[in-house]
């Protein structure tokens, strides 16, 4: 089993700053891609930012420029560096880890962290 333990949410004013992390641990081959996802109230979970298959990066639309997602390989662990934060980024923020749980076999399997609140007050 693998889990995902994330956190580093809170509440900041318009043009803060936040830190989130997120640790992989358990029994797994390889990480093939890990990053970010957020779910704000009525609304579907959208991708934030993650590396992706190759270690490259990818990031939404909205976090470009203010989002920085960086990793520590030894630890297994991601962050997210959020900075000039809007009313509108206010959610829930999500982990997700999609690994390979053996070296012979190829599938991805999907994890999810617990989730961590982000609340951006104006």
């Known amino acids: 089993q693998v889990q995902l333990v994330d956190s580093g949410g809170g509440l900041v004013q318009a043009g803060g700053s936040l830190r989130l992390s997120c640790a992989a641990s358990?029994?797994?081959?390889?990480?093939?891609?890990m990053g970010w996802y957020r779910q704000a109230p009525g609304k579907q979970r959208e991708h934030v930012a993650r590396?992706?298959?190759?270690?490259?990066?990818d990031y939404a639309d909205a976090a470009k420029g203010r989002f920085t997602i960086s990793r520590d390989n030894a630890k297994n662990t991601v962050f997210l560096q959020m900075n000039s934060l809007k009313p509108e980024d206010t959610a829930v923020y999500y982990c997700?880890?999609?690994?390979?749980?053996?070296?012979?076999?190829?599938?991805?399997?999907?994890?999810w962290g617990q989730g961590t609140q982000v609340t951006v007050s104006s």
């Open positions: 590396f992706t298959y190759g270690g490259n990066t």
């Open positions: 997700n880890a999609r690994v390979m749980k053996n070296w012979n076999d190829a599938r991805d399997y999907d994890y």
């Open positions: 358990g029994s797994f081959f390889r990480i093939n891609t």
